[in-house]
């Protein structure tokens, strides 16, 4: 029986399901009578997904349909990190949505401080954009997962790697 046991702590989203939900809402912005006729384009990139549409109002309702299509696919409201609207030429406005992915450095230190603080007989290493939460005991692993699960966060926590 191993001595020790240990998961890591990760915030990522499914590519491939992101890029289902952004090809169903070019769609049904196609298909919609209200947004037909907007000129609505959606770019994914690597790290965004640009918007670029006629008016606020259709802006906002293309953005919903992102929501929804994004919740039915599984896929964490937390990974679109809005930024402001900006005006761009022909009374049309554009939307940058970057895409959160991964721990941040000042994140990762203060999940880190909060485990440790809270559980004494976990250990704890960042590694990279990731956590890695090592202990003698599932249970104790268990209780980490409880905490972290517990936490209000910007970013969409994820558990792998459960050994």
Known sequence: MADSYSFDVVSDFDRQELLNAVDQVRRDVGQRYDLKDSNTEIELEEASIEITTASDMTLEAVL????????????????????PPEAVGGNRVKQVIKLRKGLSQELAKQLSKKVRD??????V??????????G????????AIQLLRGEDLEVP???ENYR
């Open 64 to 83: 919903d349909v992102l929501r929804q299509k994004a919740t039915k696919r599984d896929l964490s409201l937390k990974i679109f990190d809005l930024q």
């Open 118 to 123: 809270e559980l004494k007989k976990v250990s």
């Open 125 to 134: 290493s960042i590694q990279g954009d990731s956590l890695r939460i090592t």
């Open 136 to 143: 003698k005991n599932k249970d104790d692993l268990q209780g």
């Open 157 to 159: 926590l994820q558990f």
